[in-house]
């Protein structure tokens, strides 16, 4: 790197001062400094008609991967010059009452509300999740229905796999300018931003939903409960107010969305917890799930599963959820049994 200083300049103006000549045949004086059109490299001309070529391209693969908060994988960002690495924006809800914020922390919703999973009101997108009663376990609550807003258009993926637009019943696949909505296997719900790239999926059968970001294309100033994607944990429980909060309760509390007619109830009490559901959190850390355990740590998915699973549904849908970010890796475990979690329950 060179800077100008004013010897620099003197000797310039004293020296017989001879002209550079760029590549459009232009002429440029010692001191000038021009851009190739590659937008890769700079050219700064010297007295003595010489010149200096600069390098910007950046190859990333030479550079250390950052450590994610989120404990994913840094993804390859491709850009005009090279390229760099960045940590995966990626949300997830894991059961009924698990989300996992951008940058890795996570909670539990315990009401049948609804709720802002994520806003970003400077491209216009807002994402709620609608929480009821499951079908097959009615004290629990579920996934009922995930709704993306997004320039004046509202999509509702259901968990009975219907899919309306604007509150109309669509066929899928369906796609516009702003979306494409597919299912796959009947169970799990696609929406790929056409514009922004984000890609969100809901597979209501697993309690599971993951929002991914398209890393070139979203702001950091985002909000609700999927936190704020900064590699920083410490902001995620923000506030409408941009205040932050170490209060999860707090928190939930201020991305409830009050809707007309519905009310929000706590459906589940405080109750007896199996030990066996809990015991078969273990599977997490047992050598089944090695090959997985050295791209994504088990810890966060263990801990959440010891925390909550009274029964053994909720236990299952924890692993199901971990053996799926494995899959998405690149790394299939057959993990479950005739006893536990069976086979033909969900596709992962
Ligand atoms: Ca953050």
Same mark, same amino acid.
Do not use: K, P, W, Y
């Given at each position: 790197m060179v800077t100008l200083n004013s010897e620099f300049i003197n000797k310039v103006c004293m020296d017989l001062v001879r002209e550079c000549i760029d590549e459009d045949g232009n002429k440029k004086k010692p001191g000038d400094k021009w851009t190739l059109l590659d937008q890769c490299h700079t050219v700064t001309c010297f007295p003595g008609d010489y010149t200096v070529l600069e390098s910007h391209q950046?190859?990333? &693969?030479?550079m250390p991967k950052p450590a994610c908060h989120s404990n994913l994988p840094a993804v390859k960002v491709e850009e005009t010059c090279g390229c760099r690495w960045m940590c995966p924006c990626v949300c997830m809800g894991?059961?009924?009452?698990h989300i996992v914020t951008f940058d890795g922390l996570n909670f539990k919703l315990t009401s049948n509300c609804s709720y802002? /999973?994520? !806003?970003?009101i400077q491209h216009d997108v807002e994402v709620l999740l609608h929480e009821g009663p499951c079908r097959a376990i009615p004290k629990m609550n579920c996934m009922d229905a995930i709704e993306v807003k997004h320039r004046g258009v509202s999509i509702q993926l259901f968990s009975n796999m219907t899919v309306t637009v604007d509150g109309e019943s669509i066929h899928i696949p369906y796609s516009s300018s702003l979306f494409e909505v597919t299912v796959y296997g009947a169970i799990m719900h696609e929406i790929k931003?056409?514009? /922004?790239?984000h890609n969100l999926t809901f597979t209501p059968r697993n309690n599971e939903f993951i929002l991914k970001l398209n890393p070139k294309s979203f702001s950091s100033e985002t909000q609700g409960?999927?936190?704020?994607?900064? !590699?920083?944990?410490?902001?995620?429980?923000?506030l409408r107010d941009g205040t932050v909060t170490a209060n999860s309760e707090a928190f939930i509390r201020e991305w409830t969305v009050k809707e007309m007619g519905k009310v929000c109830e706590? !459906?589940? &009490?405080d109750d007896e917890c199996s030990e066996r559901a809990i015991s078969h959190c273990h599977l997490l850390l047992s050598d089944q799930f090695s090959a997985c355990h050295r791209i994504i740590p088990p810890d966060m998915f263990y801990d959440a599963c010891e925390e909550s699973s009274c029964y053994e549904e909720e236990a299952c849908e924890m692993i199901t959820s971990y053996a799926h970010i494995c899959r998405e890796n690149g790394i299939c475990i057959d993990w479950r049994t005739p006893e536990f979690c069976r086979k033909g329950f969900s596709i992962y």
């Open positions: 950046i190859n990333c &693969e030479r894991s059961s009924s009452r802002t /999973l994520f !806003q970003d931003f056409s514009h /922004l790239c409960l999927c936190g704020v994607c900064d !590699q920083n944990h410490a902001n995620d429980f923000m706590i !459906q589940r &009490e």
